[in-house]
């Protein structure tokens, strides 16, 4: 076989500089188009999780239900009364299958007191980590610091369409009733006393289990201090519910106490859109149902169906899910 003299052989094509330019740039652009689907289906992945939380959490007031004939408590204190200091959250521990922490449980548990609180420590059964409290798609951050440290979480309980506290203004409140009907809500009854012990059962929602809210989504707070209690669901004055007078995502402001501790607010304003908040003065507090899925929030009914409801739900039809037995015809 005869070979060609080196001189007459074609040397292989090379890229040149703007063949390669072009590829970078088709590079980037595929990047540019794949890199949003990848985010959303993400996201969709993150949401799908927290519905799936939900449905626990659903599953679990259930559970208490058919074992207690009764809804566990949305909380109690000693504000007025002399109630150890509990919320829903432990109460629902052995049926998440929590079984160690529901070990040392008892009905005089307090919050404040070992083996639940521990001084300056996350050793306290409210400072373990429990991967239901929490949204995945939320950035708060789960560890309130200070002296009783404790976990917050994401999901909170349905405390209907007027604010919380013993000094809120009767004015304002009959104002929202005027606008919004009244009604009870599964976890507050206007008794008085927002932290004495309020039990329902099934039978009492009669405006139906599933034209009532349960439970939704509220955004952590962001910074760990013991600044900001929304999503403190192991404190019984902290943010552990959710309000049905503001739509999920409102850009109405949620309220929180600013007579905190050492006179500081009990609120920190981040500048989140998300999570635009203001001080109130006195005990009178209110947050939106909040979430970081776009467009909305997930919300269990007391039937314990999840559904999605969008920011731009009609607030009359949101008040009214807020309620137990205000009476209201719920639309499908």
Known sequence: MELLPLAGRRRPHAFTLVELLVVIA????????????VQAARESARRMQCVNHLKQWGLAMHLHHDTKRQLPIGAQGKLNVDFPRQTWVLHLWPFIEEVNLAAEVGPDTDLD????????????????AVPM??????????????????RRGNYVVNWGNVPYGDRFDRAELKNLQLEFGEGEA???HDNGDPLSPVRTSFSKIVDGTSHTLLMAELLMA??????????????????LRFHTMMTPNSPEPDLVDSAGPSGKPWYVD??????????????NQRCAARSRHTGGVNAALCDGSVDFFTDGVDRYYWAALGTMDGGEVVAE
């Open 222 to 239: 962001q910074t760990s201090e013991d600044l900001d209690w929304r999503g403190d669901i192991l404190n019984d004055e902290g943010l």
């Open 186 to 188: 599964p976890f507050r």
């Open 270 to 283: 981040t500048f989140d859109p998300l999570m635009p908040v203001a001080p109130v003065a006195k005990r």
């Open 133 to 150: 409290y929490r949204c995945p798609s939320d950035s708060g951050q789960d560890i309130l610091s200070g002296y009783y440290q404790r």
């Open 26 to 37: 088709i590079i980037g652009v595929l990047i540019a188009l794949l890199l949003p689907a």
């Open 113 to 128: 007191t070992p083996p639940f609180s521990v001084p300056n420590s996350l050793d306290g059964l409210s400072g373990q």
